[in-house]
């Protein structure tokens, strides 16, 4: 099963792509989409748009594992995210895979089993989990990621 996992923003959107087989997991490729600070919002959401689009053809996931916007302490800040979250869920729809979304909390439990993990605590597992040399970067991919790996131990779990 392959899973398409996002951490959601719009200046820096994470993504990373795993293929599931029991529970082995295996990476298929990650990284980030980025758009410029000073363009318009519409401009920004139209390149995740575009972005996305074009790596979920190339890749072709069954399942999109989404990071839930818990706690922002910047109201613009959330409304941004909240627009890249629904572009994503919109692309999700569009392609017919299976939608699940996890608060940073659900992430962290099932990393590591302690829904209060640290930030480093988290991308270690990535590591571990994926078998990879290095933690991924940047943070966005990482998280994108443990989205994935999440979703990913919920079926087998």
Partial sequence: ????????????????????????LELVDAGVIRTPVKQPDAERLFTIYNELTEIVKEFKP?????????????????????QARGIVLLLGQQHGMELHEYTPMQIKQALTGYGKAEKKQIQEMVRVVLKLKEIPKPDDCADALAAAICYSSSIIG
Avoid: C, Q, W, Y
Avoid at 70 to 80: E, P
């Fill in 1 to 24: 099963m392959r899973i398409l996992g996002i951490d959601p923003g719009t200046g820096i959107l994470g993504f990373g792509i795993i293929d599931a087989h029991g529970a082995k």
């Fill in 62 to 82: 069954e399942v999109l594992a989404v990071e839930k916007l818990f706690f922002a302490r910047n109201v613009t800040t959330a409304m941004s995210v909240s």
